[in-house]
């Protein structure tokens, strides 16, 4: 049996199917996390002193507090990350990673507030910063306000056209509203963007299905299964594939369907 588009989507990204569902598990797109400057090593790896300011006639190395930060950052510990994003900040306000990251924490922190103020101190310093139009509309999807996000990650989008955020959280919206065609749009341009992305990939091979280009679906599966990451999780790549046999079958019943109506005389 075909799963209809509907049943290949209950579970959200990231998340386990059940035993009964067969399902691949990250079909649907959900709003991605908040942006994150990381030009740095974002590990354990703290990098020499490279800029420093004057406190109280101290030196004050602050791409240390900046690089412990986002490790705290990346490792969860949200709390530590406030902590030295902060001391940055006191040092030099103008910071524009340390605030961007903030504004981060503060979002995965339910701090919407907190998030919009520190987002705003970046666009007094770069008004065409678009990770910081980018984390605004993630507050709004945050708090449901649909339409107000959509307005944030468009004006990320004419801020810079390849702000990948911006347009899978775009496909997520259109998506939720069964704008279909955009949503197919939203996916291509992400994908011209990476061609690698394993969950883009996924969510269009689904829509495929949905409008029965199963040919097109199938190549969207294969690619993503050739991928690293696909392999590294192995039910997931059983998954997959037994979509793929499926689909194999299905194009071929298609085209046999095809082949065999006559044309009126």
Avoid: W
């Amino acid at each position: 049996k075909l799963l209809s588009s509907s049943e290949a989507e209950k579970p959200e990204a990231g998340e386990k199917a059940s035993n009964e569902d067969s399902s691949i598990p990250v079909q649907n797109v959900p709003p991605v996390q908040p942006q994150v400057q990381s030009k740095v090593q974002p590990m354990v790896q703290i990098v020499p002193i490279v800029k420093t300011v004057k406190s109280n006639g101290v030196d004050v190395d602050v791409d240390h507090y900046y690089q412990v930060g986002l490790v705290a950052q990346k490792e969860g510990d949200l709390g530590g990350a406030i902590k030295f994003y902060r001391k940055v900040l006191k040092e030099d306000p103008s910071h524009i990673e340390a605030l961007t990251n903030l504004s981060a924490v503060y979002i995965r922190q339910g701090m919407f507030s907190d998030a919009e103020n520190t987002i705003r101190g970046v666009l007094k310093i770069d008004p065409e910063n678009s990770r910081a139009f980018v984390n605004l509309g993630i507050i709004n999807l945050r708090l449901k306000q649909y339409e107000k996000a959509q307005s944030r990650f468009m004006q990320a989008l004419r801020v810079n056209p390849s702000e990948k955020t911006a347009l899978v959280n775009l496909a997520f919206l259109a998506k939720q509203e069964n704008n279909l065609p955009l949503t197919e749009e939203y996916y291509r341009k992400i994908l011209s963007l990476s061609p690698d992305d394993g969950r883009i990939l996924l969510s269009y091979a689904s829509l495929l299905e949905k409008s029965s280009r199963y040919a097109k679906a199938l190549a969207c599966y294969q690619k993503a299964l050739d991928l690293d990451t696909t392999r590294s999780d192995a039910r997931l790549s059983r998954q997959i594939k037994e979509r793929v046999r499926l689909l194999m079958y299905y194009d071929r019943k298609s085209k046999e369907t095809t082949k065999d109506i006559k044309p009126k005389p």
